[in-house]
């Protein structure tokens, strides 16, 4: 079964610009969650969707966009970028039965220059 | 508030014991987990305790004691591989979320 997929690894971009990240859960997983990581903070959760629907959202502002498509496939989107983004995001997919565990991708390393 | 707290990082050597702890307040609990991450890679989940007490996988096991707002991983026979950051995560019973601590980096010495 392969594992959680996030593309690209990594993503260099200037303040103002906008950014799509991708994630393909493993499959048969309908819970995909996104959560922003930086040095010395612990991870900042983002939102959570579920079949098509965002089911719970963190304290970020609606710059921060996501979806998930009928495949579970997932998009996070930044616009107007800030130096402040600069950080590793990471999705994570949960499946039922699981017992909450969340398996995690690799992760995107964004840097905003 | 909601705050989880565990050290920023700790030294072994190789072949010993250590414990991780985190302690943690919340509005509400709802389970505890322990996750590994070596630099550079996705966390991956350890453990997880709802019930008070002691579970033990192999050479790490977890505590919980919800009374006191505290948890630990215990790591034996330690690795070089062990070498990684571990993250204490809580789940919030007031609105279903992982609230994550800053995690702790373990440095394994020969």
């Known amino acids: 079964k392969a594992g959680v997929t996030q593309t690209p690894r990594y993503l260099i971009k200037t303040r103002g610009q906008q950014v799509t990240l991708s994630c393909s859960p493993i499959?048969?997983?309908?819970?995909v969650s996104w959560y922003q990581q930086t040095p010395g903070q612990g991870l900042q959760f983002l939102f959570e969707y579920f079949s098509e629907t965002q089911r719970n959202k963190g304290n970020f502002p609606g710059r921060f966009s996501g979806r998930q498509f009928s495949n579970s496939r997932s998009e996070m989107n930044v616009s107007t970028l800030e130096l402040g983004d600069s950080a590793l995001y990471l999705c994570?997919?949960?499946?039922?039965?699981?017992?909450?565990?969340?398996?995690f991708g690799s992760g995107t390393q964004l840097s905003v220059l | 508030g909601q705050n989880i707290d565990q050290p920023t990082e700790m030294t072994a050597t190789e072949g010993a014991i250590v414990q991780i702890n985190c302690t943690y307040q919340t509005s509400g609990f709802n389970g505890l987990f322990w996750y590994q991450q070596h630099a550079g890679e996705a966390p991956t989940f350890l453990s997880y305790?709802?019930l008070d007490g002691l579970e033990e996988k192999g050479r790490f096991s977890s505590f919980l004691s919800r009374s006191k707002g505290y948890s630990y991983l215990l790591l034996k026979e330690l690795q070089m591989k062990d070498s990684a950051s571990y993250l204490c995560?809580?789940?919030?019973?007031?609105?279903?979320?992982?609230?994550w601590g800053a995690g702790t980096k373990l440095i394994i010495k020969p």
């Open positions: 995560a809580v789940k919030d019973r007031s609105n279903y979320q992982l609230i």
């Open positions: 499959s048969g997983h309908r819970s």
């Open positions: 305790n709802v």
């Open positions: 994570a997919s949960r499946g039922a039965g699981e017992d909450e565990k969340l398996f």
